[in-house]
């Protein structure tokens, strides 16, 4: 059997290839097409891209405090510092000035109807002002603002000097606040409640 086997093995000389060392060779695994070996350390494009984000958001920082260094407005704080002094100025003007003194004598008609009588005279000699710029105002007290009225133009009564009247109708019954304000020639304010209720129209 022995025998047999040497006759039909063919030696490595007879088929042009050097004889083996005498131990058979052992092929290995044939390496996968594709495949690329793993490789073992860090990422180098995830650190370059943290490091590119980085380095872009400090960019952009320093660009904008530059900008707004650069572009900040000069000059704003001394005009308010001068504007400042000049509103105050104007202020103790107009609080040194006198201030006209006014008489408020309003009387409901009736229908909701009101009217409105101010005496308006000088504040040292109580002489009455003629030809002043007067108007009214009403506000209901229990709705603020709700049914404001105004302003209401106040003529001068004929023959009654320093004496403004106006007539006006409020919305509903209730409390007013009366409101005359003197514009010219003295700047003036002065307010009187006024209770409207269902009185009957005077005859």
């Given at each position: 059997?022995?025998?047999?086997?040497?006759?039909?093995r063919?030696?490595?000389?007879?088929?042009?290839?050097?004889?083996?060392?005498?131990?058979?060779?052992?092929?290995?695994?044939?390496?996968?097409?594709?495949?690329?070996?793993?490789?073992?350390?860090?990422?180098?494009?995830?650190?370059?891209?943290?490091?590119?984000?980085?380095?872009?958001?400090?960019?952009?920082?320093?660009?904008?405090?530059?900008?707004?260094?650069?572009?900040?407005?000069?000059?704003?704080?001394?005009?308010?510092?001068?504007?400042?002094?000049?509103?105050?100025?104007?202020?103790?003007?107009?609080?040194?000035?006198?201030?006209?003194?006014?008489?408020?004598?309003?009387?409901?008609?009736?229908?909701?109807?009101?009217?409105?009588?101010?005496?308006?005279?000088?504040?040292?000699?109580?002489?009455?002002?003629?030809?002043?710029?007067?108007?009214?105002?009403?506000?209901?007290?229990a709705?603020p603002?709700?049914h404001?009225?105004?302003?209401?133009?106040?003529?001068?009564a004929?023959?009654?000097?320093?004496?403004?009247?106006?007539?006006?109708?409020?919305?509903?019954?209730?409390?007013?606040?009366?409101?005359?304000?003197?514009?010219?020639?003295?700047a003036?304010?002065?307010?009187?409640?006024?209770?409207?209720?269902?009185?009957?129209?005077?005859?």
């Amino acid at each position: 059997m022995t025998a047999l086997k040497e006759k039909l093995r063919l030696s490595d000389e007879m088929l042009g290839r050097p004889a083996s060392a005498g131990k058979p060779v052992r092929a290995g695994k044939p390496a996968r097409p594709g495949r690329r070996p793993r490789r073992r350390g860090p990422n180098r494009f995830r650190q370059g891209l943290l490091l590119g984000i980085c380095v872009g958001m400090t960019a952009a920082l320093l660009v904008g405090v530059v900008g707004f260094l650069v572009t900040r407005p000069r000059g704003v704080a001394p005009a308010a510092a001068e504007t400042a002094p000049a509103e105050r100025h104007g202020q103790g003007d107009q609080q040194k000035q006198p201030q006209a003194a006014i008489s408020i004598d309003s009387e409901h008609l009736g229908d909701l109807q009101v009217r409105i009588t101010a005496k308006v005279s000088s504040p040292t000699s109580y002489d009455p002002i003629t030809k002043g710029q007067v108007v009214a105002y009403t506000d209901m007290v229990a709705m603020p603002m709700a049914h404001k009225s105004g302003p209401i133009v106040m003529a001068e009564a004929p023959g009654q000097p320093g004496v403004y009247q106006a007539l006006t109708n409020v919305p509903m019954a209730g409390e007013y606040n009366i409101t005359v304000e003197v514009k010219q020639p003295m700047a003036s304010t002065a307010n009187q409640r006024l209770e409207v209720g269902t009185v009957q129209p005077k005859k």
